[in-house]
């Protein structure tokens, strides 16, 4: 992650950059940071979950959310996750913009951002109360893997490398087909 310029900004700053800005920006600590494009991969596979699971979730009380929704995590850290589900009552922030109440969070682990997704982000992303799941999916080769929160802290691992096995997401009681995930990617399958 590459920051705008190596300075403090306060939370309110960022909001008036972000309101004029053409790009996203997410927000950590006073620092402020270009969100980079996509490469078609993620793209491919983000349409692909995006799709499955707004068909699954169609009769739910749940919302799938893509990657220009913003997250509110606290004060101080702003984050545009890949895809995020709300269940219930869709909670936002004063402003009316950022989301506060994901039950699910997808990032599409890109070489640039691996190590920030699984590190540092997870570890920021489990202070939310409501999150019971946060997923990853790998965009260079196939794969997954995912946190499922079953009570207090302790959290069940999954993952899996094998087209013919499926993604368990137990906050929504849902499974998706990791072939329907990969389908169309350039040079994965």
């Known amino acids: 992650m ?56 169609t009769d739910s009380n749940c919302i799938v959310f893509n990657s220009d929704q913003a997250l509110a995590i606290s004060e101080d850290t702003y984050f545009y996750p890949d895809i995020m589900v709300s269940c219930g009552k869709v909670e936002l922030d004063e402003k009316q913009i950022r989301l506060l109440n994901p039950v699910l969070i997808v990032e599409i682990l890109s070489t640039s951002t691996r190590g920030f997704d699984k590190g540092k982000k ?54 998706i087909p990791l072939d329907a995930l990969y389908k169309k990617t350039l040079g994965l399958v």
């Open 2 to 57: 590459d920051t705008i310029e190596k300075k403090e900004y306060t939370r309110d700053e960022y909001f008036d950059i972000v309101a004029k800005a053409e790009f996203k920006m997410e927000y950590y600590r006073g620092q402020i940071f270009a969100m980079a494009g996509a490469k078609p991969n993620h793209n491919i596979i983000s349409g692909n979950l995006l799709t499955a699971l707004n068909n699954k979730l």
């Open 122 to 175: 997870f570890a920021l992303y489990r202070e939310i109360p409501t999150l019971k799941e946060y997923l990853m999916i790998d965009a260079d080769a196939i794969g997954f893997e995912s946190y499922y929160k079953e009570e207090g802290e302790l959290w069940r691992i999954s993952s899996d490398n094998k087209l013919s096995q499926s993604i368990p997401l137990y906050s929504l009681d849902v499974q």
